[in-house]
């Protein structure tokens, strides 16, 4: 694979956007974005459609998020605490191809994600991980709405204090480990993330998309972690120019809360009651 030039630009935490990218996030106002709820959606293009007159997608048209700004950032949970209903917060516009600079700090259990080329509904995409809970990982990728893949090298566990609360993560074992890692067309060695991760700081994410069916690149805290080439990916109810014409060319960047019902593996641990997901220092550089 042909090496990737280094990102030029501020550290971790900077508040002006690097050269060649604009600001996403005022760090005052959600001024840019509007919250929509997490309405169910069909897992793949042709697959049956949710019914909305179901007591699940009249639920989950009861809430938004709570999604506010707080000392520079943005901070999401679940509205009402512990309702367990989940809710995206997406850009007014829409993108292509483009770089992508997001620094993120979630609170052990909670289940985000940053979704590309999302659909006004917001969810279907592609969605890059930042699944901060049992089994999780940070960085890779699933495919919400698109056909259910998952596409990572590596998933965690906590640590745990005598108290029984997270301190740090360690490598769980993953039953689907060496067919989700198969999707990937590159991939850091599964030890990376757990040698570059500040557990309980902020982290700095860095995310490339590229192509009609999309090349996606990520980087953590300025290491090279995971691609995914749409193009190339193989797996069951993936079908590229089906999602081609769902997507579009160019589609929202949305931020995920997720829904923890009960009939959800890990229930309330999904999204731990409280527990919030905080972002901050978005920034976007569109590519020719």
């Known amino acids: 694979m042909a090496a990737w030039p280094a990102l030029a630009g501020l550290p971790l935490g900077a508040a002006e956007a ?35 007159n179901g007591e699940e997608y009249r639920l989950a048209l009861t809430s938004k998020g709570s999604w506010v700004v707080r000392d520079g950032a ?7 605490v512990g309702s367990r209903l989940g809710a995206y917060l997406i850009t007014e516009e829409r993108f292509a191809d483009f770089e992508m600079l997001i620094d993120v700090n979630p609170q052990w259990s909670v289940d985000s994600g940053i979704y590309l080329r999302a659909t006004d509904i917001g969810g279907q995409g592609f969605q890059v991980h930042l699944d901060y809970r049992y089994r999780g990982s940070v960085a890779t990728f699933y495919g919400n709405g698109i056909g259910p893949f998952r596409a990572r090298q590596y998933a965690y566990q906590p640590k745990l204090d005598e108290n029984g609360e997270a301190i740090g993560l360690e490598p769980a074992e993953n039953p689907d480990a060496e067919a989700e ?39 953590l805290n300025g290491t090279h972690m995971a691609e995914l080439d749409a193009a190339t990916l193989e797996t069951p109810h993936y079908d590229r120019d089906a999602v081609a014409r769902l997507l579009g060319r160019q589609g929202h960047i949305a931020l995920e809360v997720h829904n923890s019902p009960d009939e959800l593996w890990l229930g309330s641990e999904r999204w731990r009651p409280g527990k919030v997901c905080r972002y901050r220092n978005i920034f976007i550089k569109p590519l020719a």
Do not use: M
């Open 181 to 219: 890692r198969k999707l990937l067309s590159w991939a850091a060695p599964p030890d990376t993330f757990f040698k570059i991760w500040k557990f309980g700081d902020w982290n700095s994410l860095r995310i490339r998309c590229e192509g009609r069916y999309p090349r996606i690149n990520t980087w």
């Open 74 to 80: 943005i901070v999401a949970q679940q509205d009402p």
């Open 18 to 52: 690097p050269a060649g990218f604009r600001s996403l996030f005022d760090g005052r106002t959600l001024a840019g974005w509007r919250a929509i709820p997490r309405v169910p959606v069909a897992d793949y293009p042709g697959a049956p459609e949710p019914d909305p």
